[in-house]
């Protein structure tokens, strides 16, 4: 029995670097978003395609995903979606080679299938490594590494991505025509880019060796069925309940990538910070590690207030701040835009669980269409680039600010159909 617990901690131990690595390289997008920006000279709405890209694969891949860890099981799923990653991240290295930024988000593409599947994979499998009566904790455990994952990984990125080349000195990237000294500047950013991705391989690659060898503890859990990896997802389309949730996961996933996509360039504003590129993405783990802390601060409120008047209040909270940050300027603007990372901590989780109470359909199939909707951080991130191109950056804060709103909604109708249960069993 000793031998068997042991075995289960390290496969755990072993799935939640999983989680870490999937948080660090989502993130590290958001610094590639200013330095494509400034190497293709592209618009918000062009540098947002990465964003696109991305997040596209979940809507695409979900479904394929779930198929495929039925189909092999645990551990051989996750080799191949980490080997998946490992050439998405060549492709990128191989667009700055030819200097594609076209490649660069087929990469990126390729990236988030390969991550699509890990996440089909690594939640019910985090959760099935030990006492069911624990799992709820074993899988808010490992997103906790995650949420570590998206402060380091901004962190990374920008201090790889927005230093030297053509982020050296005043006016760097503005689209001036290219002199020699340029041409040699945009090449060497080029090369961070190629660099950070190269160094993300070996990592992957290492993670790869290190699940091999694990591989026969990852077994232990059996094979997944069907409907563990909620591939079923047909049966939630019949679920009005199911709808409203994948709804507020869309809103909100693409709020929380839309505001983490745009936030470099908002703090290098004049009119914001003015910090450069390079600085503004180190204040960017300040946004992600909010959301870090609020897990933590927000457990523990979730056992005082009700799940569904908590995450009306922190809803409604964002909605305000982004009300806010698009009516102001300077350190006030920052300061709020920064913290709305914190009353985004517990909106996903919430939402899924709310969202699993309430579904006439399986939880399976709820969860399976929970996932696709995480589709939302490809579309509302292209109408905020549109609007930041016609309106400003400050405008653009109107977007996700509709989103929070709706999401509120969700929360108010929740805590409605809830308390109508109750008052109908009494």
């Known amino acids: 029995m000793n031998d068997r617990s042991s075995s289960l901690r390290a496969s755990f131990i072993t799935v939640t670097t999983l989680f870490f690595t999937w948080g660090f390289i989502t993130s590290m997008i958001d610094p590639l978003i200013p330095s494509v920006r400034a190497i293709f000279s592209l618009n918000y709405t062009e540098s947002l395609l990465t964003q696109f890209a991305f997040f596209l694969a979940y809507g695409v891949l979900s479904l394929p995903g779930g198929m495929i860890v039925a189909r092999w099981g645990y551990a051989a799923s996750i080799l191949g979606a980490l080997l998946a990653m490992v050439a998405g991240c060549l492709i990128i290295a191989l667009a700055t080679v030819l200097d594609t930024y076209a490649l660069v988000l087929a990469g990126l593409f390729v990236i988030a299938g390969g991550m699509t599947v890990l996440q089909v994979a690594a939640n019910p499998l985090a959760a099935a490594l030990g006492d069911p009566a624990r799992s709820h904790f074993r899988l808010t455990l490992s997103q906790a590494f995650n949420s570590l994952g998206t402060v380091f990984g901004p962190w990374f990125g920008t201090m790889l991505m927005l230093r030297g080349g053509i982020f050296t000195g005043a006016g760097a990237g503005t689209g001036a025509a290219m002199d020699n000294d340029h041409a040699a500047a945009r090449t060497a950013s080029l090369q961070n880019i190629e660099h950070s991705f190269l160094i993300a391989v070996v990592l992957l690659v290492l993670l790869v060796a290190f699940i091999w060898w694990a591989r026969r503890r990852l077994s232990d859990a059996g094979r997944p069925t069907a409907a563990a990896v909620g591939i079923d997802v047909l049966d939630a389309l019949k679920s009005p309940w199911a709808l409203f949730g994948a709804a507020a996961i869309f809103f909100y996933v693409g709020a929380e990538v839309s505001i983490g996509s745009i936030m470099i360039n908002f703090l290098h504003q004049p009119d914001v910070l003015g910090f450069t590129l390079e600085q503004a993405g180190k204040m960017l783990p300040l946004y992600w590690g909010g959301a870090m802390v609020g897990r933590f601060i927000g457990s523990g409120l979730l056992t005082k207030i009700a799940a569904s008047r908590l995450l009306t209040i922190v809803a409604l909270g964002a909605t305000l701040f982004c009300l806010l940050v698009s009516q102001t300027q300077g350190g006030t603007a920052a300061a709020i835009v920064l913290s709305i990372g914190l009353l985004n901590a517990i909106m996903f989780p919430t939402i899924f669980t709310l969202t699993l109470e309430r579904s006439s359909a399986s939880s399976a199939a709820t969860s399976g269409l929970l996932c696709m909707a995480i ?52």
């Open 375 to 426: 589709v939302g951080g490809a579309v509302l991130p292209l109408i905020v680039g549109r609007i930041a191109d016609t309106a400003g950056l400050h405008t653009a804060y109107l977007v996700p600010m509709l989103a929070y709103a709706c999401i509120a909604a969700f929360a108010l109708s929740a805590g409605r159909v809830r308390l109508a249960q109750r008052v109908l069993s009494s």
